[in-house]
T-cell receptor, first 111, second 110 residues
């Protein structure tokens, strides 16, 4: 069973706040990803990393940033949250060939 | 424009009935995957198909990859309430980034 964790699971905050969504995995996977999921829409890749000190932007433009200082940790930060950031954020890790293990997600609501 | 089109978007059936979900694209994929996501959880990988024409069975679930590797289907026989969830297909056009469909929400009524 996959061991990938996300905190918090639910977050309601006001506009303009800085937030960090945490994601950790204990499988030693080099590749990690952040996806955004909205009802009726495909999952959009917003950031990914192929290893420590490697981060790339995904296909969906995002105002968030990520860091990868340790293999197991891949946090996502929003410097100034807006209502348009309201969504479900899914973190995943993988080993070749592309078997993604997803965390339970963080449901973010920005008022 | 979605790379992967899933149909139908919603499907509600009675326990014991069969169902089929489709995943179509105009692009060729080196592999296609199917995930199931339950409410409040992340998607969980069900199967990966890599060879054109390949058929894989997982208990009551049958997965097929099209001969041209552009489409796939998921068939569930004698559906049970535990099969309820969002079914997502995902494909890798060639690099290490998956593209996902919008999903099919399946509800199996007891």
């Amino acid at each position: 069973e996959a061991d990938i964790y996300q905190t918090p699971r639910y977050l309601v905050i006001g506009t303009g706040k800085k937030i960090t969504l945490e994601c950790s995995q204990t499988m030693g996977h080099d590749k990690m990803y952040w996806y955004q999921q909205d009802p009726g829409m495909e999952l959009h890749l917003i950031h990914y990393s192929y290893g420590v000190n490697s981060t790339e932007k995904g296909d969906l433009s995002s105002e968030s940033t990520v860091s990868r200082i340790r293999t197991e940790h891949f946090p996502l930060t929003l410097e100034s949250a807006r209502p348009s950031h309201t969504s479900q954020y899914l973190c995943a890790s993988s080993e070749y060939p592309l078997t993604l293990y997803f965390g339970p997600g963080t449901r973010l609501t920005v008022l | 424009t979605q790379l992967l089109e899933q149909s139908p978007q919603f499907l509600s059936i009675q326990e014991g009935e069969n169902l089929t979900v489709y995943c179509n694209s105009s692009s060729v994929f080196s592999s296609l995957q199917w995930y199931r996501q339950e409410p409040g959880e992340g998607p969980v990988l069900l199967v990966t198909v890599v060879t054109g024409g390949e058929v894989k069975k997982l208990k009551r679930l049958t997965f097929q990859f099209g001969d041209a590797r552009k489409d796939s289907s998921l068939h569930i026989t004698a559906a049970q309430p535990g099969d309820t969830g969002l079914y997502l297909c995902a494909g890798a056009p060639g690099d290490y980034k998956l593209s996902f469909g919008a999903g099919t929400t399946v509800t199996v009524r007891a």
